[in-house]
């Protein structure tokens, strides 16, 4: 079953613009934690934010926030005042608890391509 | 900062030969992780290691081997290379359990 879910395989926003991309989970482990990654053309993945199960407080990095509402099991990223070298592929990311198994292996979603046009 | 370098950005390997990922690590973490992304499939899991001479399979591990002699280093190995393992292999590792991971810039893998 799939546990990450990013309904949107591309996103399009005007620079300067706030665009927000969807990321919803699946888990029964009531201790994980959810990331958002970025990957620019050029390879390489950039952690953005990170948001506990148990935070009380959305989570915020700069221009990044995590719209977090954990009864929908949602845990969207939201990008205030978009640039152009944000265009680039986002990932969303669960870390499953040690109820579902060891490790705390991270689980990816399939991903969302952000272009910020001028 | 934490640096987890890739041997290679791009390889070119034929059929049935026997290729080998480097990745290695500078911040002295336990846990190191190989994945292969795909388009419309994200990062699947191949094989993590959580220490030295450790290693788990992920979900995918077939036609792979993984290899951990040192903390600072992990290896993958694709015994003999086949097409559909043209992919973009990433290798990822962090501190422990619940620390954030962090990636090699990843190696761009064709298979001919």
């Known amino acids: 079953a799939q546990k990450i879910t990013q309904t949107q395989p591309g996103m399009f926003v005007q620079e300067k613009e706030a665009v927000t991309l969807d990321c919803t989970y699946d888990?029964?482990?009531?201790?994980?934690?959810l990331f958002w990654y970025k990957q620019p053309s050029s390879g390489e993945m950039i952690f953005l934010i990170y948001q506990g199960s148990y935070d009380q407080q959305n989570a915020t990095e700069g221009r990044y926030s995590l719209n977090f509402q954990k009864a929908r099991k949602s845990a969207n990223l939201v990008i205030s005042a978009s640039q152009l070298g944000d265009s680039a592929m986002y990932f969303c990311?669960?870390?499953?608890?040690?109820?579902?198994?060891?490790?705390?292996?991270?689980?990816f979603g399939a991903g969302t391509r952000l272009a910020v046009h001028p | 900062d934490v640096k987890v370098t890739q041997s290679s950005r791009y390889l070119v390997k034929r059929t049935g030969e026997k290729v080998f990922l480097e990745c290695v690590q500078d911040?002295?973490?336990?846990?190191m992780f190989w994945y292969r992304q795909d388009p419309g499939l994200g990062l699947r899991l191949i094989y993590f290691s959580y220490d030295v001479k450790m290693k788990e399979k992920g979900d995918i591990p077939e036609g792979y081997s993984v290899s951990r002699e040192k903390k600072e280093r992990f290896s993958l190995i694709l015994e003999s290379a086949s097409t559909n393992q043209t992919s973009m292999y990433l290798c990822?590792?962090?501190?422990?359990?619940?620390?954030?991971?962090?990636f090699g810039d990843g190696t761009r893998l064709s298979i001919l």
């Open positions: 888990t029964s482990d009531p201790s994980y934690g």
């Open positions: 990822a590792s962090r501190l422990g359990q619940l620390q954030t991971q962090h």
């Open positions: 911040m002295d973490h336990e846990n």
């Open positions: 990311a669960m870390r499953e608890g040690p109820f579902s198994g060891g490790y705390n292996k991270l689980i």
